[in-house]
């Protein structure tokens, strides 16, 4: 099974942006297959050095940012190595492949 997480979570929805990762965590321990895709503000939880960056690495999940939104944020070349930058139309093929789809807005 695949399940993909997508999230425009900031980092300062603290408890919210938690629980999504506790989720992911415990999808991808269990030997599911996760994918995580950020945009928008979620993109900040990416940024090199952060907490938030440093648990996602390690989380177990296939990290995605939205190439555009990387771009309009500024924010190229200050993303954890483990992020692969892909466009809309990636992400529209990802949600139709997955077996489901976990949202945090």
């Not at 979570?9 to 506790?22: F, I, K, M, N, T």
């Not at 999808?27 to 940024?47: I, M, T």
């Amino acid at each position: 099974m695949a399940t993909l997480c997508i999230s425009a979570l900031s980092p300062g929805a603290v408890q919210r942006h938690d629980r999504l990762l506790e989720i992911t965590r415990g999808l991808a321990e269990n030997g599911e297959k996760v994918d995580f895709v950020f945009y928008g503000s979620g993109l900040y939880s990416l940024v090199e050095g952060s907490k938030s960056a440093e648990a996602l690495a390690s989380s177990g999940a296939s990290i995605y940012a939205v190439a555009d939104d990387v771009e309009n944020r500024g924010l190229a070349g200050r993303l954890i190595a483990q992020a692969d930058l892909v466009g809309y139309d990636k992400i529209v093929d990802m949600i139709m492949e997955a077996d489901r789809t976990i949202t945090g807005i």
